[in-house]
């Protein structure tokens, strides 16, 4: 389990659900379809928020996206599974975004961007076709933002300001053994690497 200020915990819930969605389609890698529909799963997720706001249909992304992917031939349920370059992407645009926005961590709402923002995976695709748009996706995150009770009056103390430089990213991983290791980056890439080598 990762631990730090690169995720928030939405954003970390999602990444094992799209371990889970690999492991459901028999895949031996996690790819971009795998993380739309990790961010399609969570009711209660930011980013279906998100997509209600921009009139998609949640459910209708969901089979169109069943109805692309082919099942695999993997067996079994895997704790670890390799990101495409294209899901990696992602992840490196959703922490840019949360950071251009000056967000603390990137959550469900910038991973739905980052995947918008790649244009080229499969998530993408599915996104585009259903009219979701980089642009629309930031003023709907922004709306959110201002439309939030729990915005900046309650938020203040956890938010950093905009344009705030990251000077360090601190980085808990928890093993299966329940032994814990911690580690320090000293810029968010450094830490987005770390991240995609685990």
């Known amino acids: 389990m990762l631990h730090g200020n690169d995720f928030s915990q939405g954003a970390r819930d ?12 028999g895949h031996e890698y996690v790819g971009t379809e795998h993380l739309l529909l990790a961010l399609l799963r969570a009711p209660d997720a930011t980013s279906v928020e998100l ?16 109805r692309i992917v082919t099942g695999g031939k993997t067996a079994g349920c ?4 390799p990101y495409t370059s294209r899901s990696k992407q992602v992840l490196e645009l959703s922490m840019a975004a949360a950071s251009e926005l000056g967000h603390p961590c990137a959550g469900t709402e910038h ?11 499969i998530g993408a695709q599915v996104l585009i076709a259903s009219g979701v748009t980089a642009d629309d996706t930031v003023r709907a995150i922004l709306s959110l933002q201002g439309s939030s009770q729990d915005g900046a009056a309650t938020n203040a103390h ?16 928890q093993h299966a053994d ?3 290791t911690r580690h320090e980056c000293d810029t968010m890439r450094d830490a987005i690497v770390f991240l995609l080598d685990l």
């Not at 895997?78 to 599974?81: F, G, P, Q, R």
């Not at 991973?111 to 995976?121: A, D, N, T």
């Not at 956890?158 to 991983?173: K, L, S």
């Open 14 to 25: 999602a990444l094992m659900l799209a371990l889970d969605e690999a492991n459901r389609l």
């Open 51 to 66: 997509l209600a706001r921009l009139s998609v249909d949640v459910d209708e992304l969901r089979s169109t996206v069943d």
């Open 78 to 81: 895997s704790a670890e599974l």
């Open 111 to 121: 991973l739905l961007l980052g995947l918008v923002r790649e244009r080229e995976g």
């Open 158 to 173: 956890t938010r950093a300001p905009p344009g705030a430089q990251v000077t360090r990213v601190v980085i808990e991983v």
């Open 178 to 180: 329940g032994a814990v």
